[in-house]
Structure formats: C-alpha cells, structure tokens
C-alpha cells in the first residue's frame, strides 16, 4: 500500500508527548504573547513553523540525514542554535533593565508597548538554528514508515501531522496567554514571565552545546 495508516494512532500518542513537552517555542511563544499579545505571538508561531516545514522537507528529501552524517556540520548548527538562544535571553534582559529604569522616572503606558523585534524572524531563526528538531525528525519519523509503499510520501504525511497537531497546540498556548495577560495587566507578572524565559534560553542553549 501507498501509505500505511496503521502506525498512525501510535504516531498521534508519541507525538503529544513530544509537543506537550516544555522547549524553546514554548517559551518564546508564551513570552511574545503575554507581553505583546495574540497577532505577534502567532506571528511568531507562523516563524516556528516554516522553519519546521523546511526541516521536514529536508528529511523527506534526504538532506537531513546527509547534513546529520556529518559531525562538523553538527557541530557549527550546535553552536549557531546555542549562540542564538543567548542573543534572545540578552536582549530579553536587557528589556528588562531598561524597562526598570525607565519605571523609575516615568512610567511608561502600557499601550505604548510594542515588538521588540520581527516575532515572525524570532520564531524561525530559534527554531532552525536549533539542529535537535531536525535529528529528532531523522531519529523519529521513520520509526512509523511501517509497511507503506513510498516512504518518502509517508514520511511527509507524518510530518504533515505532527506539525498539525504542533500548530494546534501551539495556538492554544498563544490565544490562552495573550487573554491571561490581558486580564492581568500585571507588569510584575510579565516582567517575572521574561527573566524565567531568558534563563530558560540560556539552559538550553547550554545543553544544546553539552548535548
């Protein structure tokens, strides 16, 4: 048979382990949408996933398993994944100095507040910086191939679903705390939310080159 639907429903359940664990684009996405709320944060979302959608493609297409063979390669897309997530926990941090020192002389409205940066930049470049998707995908995917006729056409349908089941999450994650945060308006509260992702950032940029 073309496809082989029986690895599906095992495929669903592993999958929801995997994305309802806690990782980089949880973080960010929880951090654009509480402190600049619903469209930034899917804008960001939209970044995570056509970086995904690329690291996909290039498993199907057999790219990644030749990227991954090689150690140097690996190495350079560690230190480039790791060098990024520290450049977000700094500029976070560094937001958040500012932000203090400015409270201490004039307030600023909370209306005023914008991106501090392209959301939609963010969520791609720390996503395919990060070569942990891409060798999950290579070490994952072709476990559920089964007996399917085409295994690149398999593949892709894999794909195709965890990224559904990703984006659906994922925008629970971004509706549910931009109207958390709505109601809130608690600077505290968001200002607690960006230091806790800042040194989540550079927890697993320090992984990412340990690993």
């Known amino acids: 048979m073309l496809l082989d639907l029986g690895t599906l429903p095992a495929f669903v359940l592993a999958s929801a382990v995997v994305i309802l664990t ?44 030749l990227v991954t063979s090689r150690p140097e390669v690996l190495s350079v897309m560690k230190w480039l994944g790791a060098a990024y997530l520290v450049y ?3 500029s976070i941090l560094r937001g958040l100095w500012l932000t203090r020192r400015e409270a201490a002389n004039a307030p600023v409205p909370e209306e005023t507040v914008r991106p501090d940066a392209n959301p939609f930049l963010r969520g791609l470049l720390s996503n395919i910086t990060n070569p942990k998707m891409l060798l999950f995908s290579l070490a ?72």
């Open 22 to 65: 806690p990782g980089v684009d949880t973080f960010l996405l929880l951090r654009t949408s509480v402190r600049f709320g619903t469209r930034p944060g899917v804008y960001a979302l939209a970044g995570i996933h056509t970086a995904s959608l690329i690291q996909v493609a290039a498993v199907v297409s057999g790219l990644g398993a």
């Open 88 to 90: 977000l926990a700094v």
């Open 140 to 211: 994952f995917l072709p476990q559920f191939v089964g007996s399917a006729a085409n295994p690149a056409i398999q593949l892709a349908m894999l794909g195709g679903v965890f990224l559904l089941l990703a984006a659906v999450w994922e925008f629970a994650i971004v509706f549910a705390s931009s109207r958390i945060a709505d109601k809130l308006r608690n600077p505290g509260f968001r200002n607690s939310l960006d230091l806790v992702s800042a040194l989540a950032f550079i927890g697993i940029s320090v992984g990412l080159v340990a690993s």
